[in-house]
């Protein structure tokens, strides 16, 4: 892919950066806590993304505002849902995620990016996107409805674009899990299986079915990017057309997730 088509979404991207998640100050109903605990996953994946980026210093400031803005995000959401939650389980989880998220944020903050702290950053996010991926599956049964399930799907595609991404840049910097490959590959059938369910169930909703189409645009960049030939002349422009197109992606299943959570 040549490098303009790239530049034209880092342009994009230099709009979407202040991607406003979760700006209702509290959790209205299930379904927008699905959404908001959806995020959480996300959240844990682009923030090792995001930290991975800085120390490659790759997109740096635009790295470092994702990194601020995540944490404000995922510190602000969980307050929410833990005031939210009626439900002993999921009170437990959510417990459970602030306890981890204490550490978590313990190696984001502090000292400048360096290959061991991203090492134990990897490991955490994996357990942080698995007691996050619990809660909401948590609320999506509590709401049991089949528009609870589609914000739930929807939104885990956010997750999936970031944790792509995650795994690229980590192969990037040379300190990814020997199952990198692996579970990049994994993730990316994951996010294909799923848009084909999403555009199926959008039916006649013409406001869902153009963004789907714009994240279907946006996954090709995406995904040729996940796909540049390694070359260490090329190291940091291949790592910034992931960052940039990450970004553009995640920005477009955001705004489809939050008109599964109008209609549901």
Same mark, same amino acid.
């Given at each position: 892919?040549?490098?303009?088509?790239?530049?034209?979404?880092?342009?994009? +991207?230099?709009?979407?950066?202040?991607?406003?998640?979760?700006?209702? =100050?509290?959790?209205?109903? +299930?379904?927008?806590?699905?959404?908001?605990?959806?995020?959480?996953?996300?959240? /844990?994946?682009?923030?090792?993304?995001?930290?991975?980026?800085?120390?490659?210093?790759?997109?740096?400031?635009?790295?470092? *505002?994702?990194?601020?803005?995540?944490?404000?995000?995922?510190?602000?959401? !969980?307050?929410?849902?833990?005031?939210?939650? /009626?439900?002993?389980?999921? &009170?437990?989880?959510?417990?459970?995620?602030?306890?981890?998220?204490?550490?978590?944020?313990?190696?984001?903050? #502090? *000292?400048?990016?360096?290959?061991?702290?991203?090492?134990? !950053?990897? +490991?955490?996010?994996?357990?942080?996107?698995?007691?996050?991926?619990?809660?909401?599956?948590?609320?999506?049964?509590?709401?049991?409805?089949? @528009? @609870?399930? +589609?914000?739930?799907?929807? #939104?885990?595609? $956010?997750?999936?674009?970031?944790?792509?991404?995650?795994?690229?840049?980590?192969?990037?910097?040379?300190?990814?899990?020997?199952?990198?490959?692996?579970?990049?590959?994994?993730? &990316?059938?994951?996010?294909? =299986?799923?848009?084909?369910?999403?555009?199926? =169930?959008? @039916?006649?909703?013409?406001?869902? &079915?153009?963004?789907?189409?714009? =994240?279907?645009?946006?996954?090709?960049?995406?995904?040729?990017?996940?796909?540049?030939?390694?070359?260490?002349?090329?190291? $940091?422009?291949?790592?910034?057309?992931?960052?940039?197109?990450?970004? &553009?992606?995640?920005?477009?299943?955001?705004?489809?997730?939050?008109?599964?959570?109008?209609?549901?």
């Amino acid at each position: 892919m040549q490098r303009r088509s790239f530049l034209s979404s880092a342009i994009l +991207l230099a709009g979407g950066l202040s991607l406003t998640v979760g700006s209702q =100050a509290q959790v209205v109903n +299930l379904n927008d806590a699905i959404n908001k605990s959806g995020r959480q996953r996300m959240l /844990s994946q682009r923030l090792v993304k995001a930290y991975l980026q800085i120390g490659m210093d790759v997109e740096t400031a635009a790295s470092k *505002k994702i990194l601020d803005q995540s944490m404000a995000t995922f510190d602000r959401q !969980l307050i929410e849902l833990r005031v939210f939650a /009626s439900d002993a389980s999921l &009170r437990t989880t959510l417990s459970d995620i602030d306890k981890l998220w204490l550490n978590y944020k313990q190696l984001l903050v #502090g *000292k400048a990016p360096n290959p061991r702290d991203a090492k134990s !950053l990897l +490991l955490l996010s994996e357990d942080l996107l698995h007691m996050a991926d619990q809660a909401t599956s948590l609320l999506e049964k509590q709401a049991g409805s089949k @528009g @609870g399930k +589609l914000v739930n799907l929807a #939104g885990r595609q $956010r997750m999936l674009s970031q944790r792509m991404a995650k795994y690229y840049q980590a192969l990037q910097w040379e300190v990814a899990p020997a199952n990198a490959h692996q579970m990049l590959e994994q993730a &990316r059938k994951e996010f294909v =299986a799923a848009q084909a369910t999403l555009n199926a =169930a959008s @039916g006649t909703q013409t406001s869902i &079915r153009d963004q789907l189409m714009l =994240a279907q645009s946006q996954w090709v960049f995406f995904d040729a990017a996940l796909h540049q030939a390694a070359d260490s002349r090329n190291h $940091r422009q291949s790592a910034s057309n992931v960052a940039t197109t990450s970004e &553009r992606i995640l920005e477009v299943m955001d705004r489809v997730t939050d008109l599964y959570q109008q209609l549901a």
